[in-house]
């Protein structure tokens, strides 16, 4: 199961933020997120509730109401067996790839701090489980009535879904412009897909497709309707904490793939909070493209001498070859492809492809996006080394 959670401002909150210039009575930003293969609306109703759903391993889909902020990834575990032929650190890679949830139940108490309230709505064949405050509702995703009125009254939406789901992309646009939904923050919070070599990686082509969707139906609206996407690269400290990284401080073990000196962006998970919240109180500033924020951009032999300083004594590095990884991962994907396998996400695969354009040598597939960062957003060494101290303890 993954906890689906959002929140939005109370009126008060947001006449002093004047996050939406224009609104009447202090209503802000709604927003929706979706997420994998479950569906999850969330929505904040004009008295400012609080919503959050538990979902299970199929999609999510949230609407936010009164300026939202949060963001949930894509979460699922790797069936026992294809997990036990992975190599013990792709596969923690791989299941970081899949997860769902993850952030969104690190982010719901940061949320109800900053003065959210929302209201989550799950589908109708979904087990909710209401936090503290929290109103349950529910709406079924694939009806285009259903999710209009649960968007009805909405003014952002922020989306977080699995590949699976990308195929219902123009439904949920349509109902959103619909309803009067006037920005989109869309299912990123990781990797770089609008990279112009994304589409090579493969795992991208379902995300890449759902924005083709998006772009499609705002160039229609006019001015009604915007979008943003928020890229964050991969989630280091979450990582480590659930052994999901390339560093496994239970083994003491890191994996270098290649030569180890391609440098990649990467975040705290709760800067996807703290950036979803800066896209909300200014969305004209964001407005129409992807929006690249990042705690640190090092290599892998930069984290490793910074890992070796916070956690001293012996580590073992083990070396992988990125094409050897890509070359296997694109059999695999061939071979799915002619078997007619359409959970792409449970596949050996997945996990491989994204790890060999996570760590490609040439920085082909935007890794490193360090240099289209928002001004203001690197944390520095200093603080990436004293994370580690504690991440590693």
């Known amino acids: 199961m993954a906890t689906a959670s959002l929140l939005a401002l109370h ?17 802000a930003l709604r ?10 609306k969330v929505a904040v109703d004009t008295v400012g509730r609080v919503d959050v759903a538990k979902l299970s391993l199929i999609g999510l889909l949230c609407i936010l109401r009164a300026a939202v902020d949060t963001a949930i990834g894509p979460n699922r ?11 013990s650190t792709l596969r923690r890679f791989g299941e970081r790839w899949a997860a769902n949830g993850a952030l969104g139940s690190l982010l719901v108490p940061a949320l109800v701090k900053a003065g959210f309230k929302v209201t989550c709505i799950t589908r109708p064949e979904s087990k909710p489980a209401v936090y503290e ?7 079924n995703y694939t009806d285009e009535n259903s999710l209009v009125a649960a968007f009805d009254g909405q003014d952002a939406l922020i989306e977080a879904f699995n590949p699976a789901a990308a195929a219902h992309q123009s439904l949920i646009v349509q109902a959103a412009l619909e309803a009067g939904v006037k920005h989109i923050i869309t299912p990123d919070f990781s990797s770089d897909t609008f990279h112009p070599r994304a589409g090579e990686v493969l795992v991208f082509e379902p995300k890449i497709v759902a924005q083709r969707e998006l772009e499609r139906i705002v160039a229609a609206s006019g001015d009604s309707l915007s979008w943003t996407a928020i890229v964050i690269g991969p989630w280091y ?4 904490e659930q052994g999901m990284l390339w560093i496994n401080k239970s083994s003491r073990t890191i994996t270098r793939f290649g030569s180890g000196n391609q440098k990649l962006s990467m975040s705290r998970v709760g800067l996807a909070a703290e950036a979803t919240i800066a896209v909300l109180k200014d969305p004209q500033s964001f407005a129409n493209r992807p929006a690249y924020f990042a705690s640190h951009t090092l290599s892998t032999n930069q984290l490793i001498k910074y890992t070796q300083e916070a956690a001293p004594g012996d580590w073992t590095i083990d070396d ?19 078997n ?12 491989m492809l994204a790890t060999a354009a996570l760590f490609d040598e040439n920085n082909s597939y935007g890794a490193d996006f360090g240099s289209k960062l ?16 504690r991440l590693l303890a």
């Open 11 to 27: 009126q008060e909150r947001v006449r002093q933020t004047g996050w939406l210039p224009g609104t009447k009575d202090g209503m």
């Open 31 to 40: 927003t929706s997120q979706r997420i994998s293969w479950d569906t999850c």
């Open 77 to 87: 575990e790797l069936d026992e067996e294809i997990a036990k032929e992975l190599p």
């Open 133 to 139: 405050g929290a109103v349950a509702k529910t709406a």
């Open 237 to 240: 400290d979450w990582g480590i």
């Open 320 to 338: 992988a070859s990125v094409e050897e990884l890509r070359a296997t991962g694109r059999k695999l994907w061939d071979e799915d492809t002619a």
């Open 340 to 351: 007619g396998v359409t959970n792409r996400l449970s596949s050996r695969a997945y996990p």
């Open 374 to 389: 928002e001004d203001g957003w690197d944390e520095g060494d200093a603080a990436l080394k004293e994370n580690l101290k």
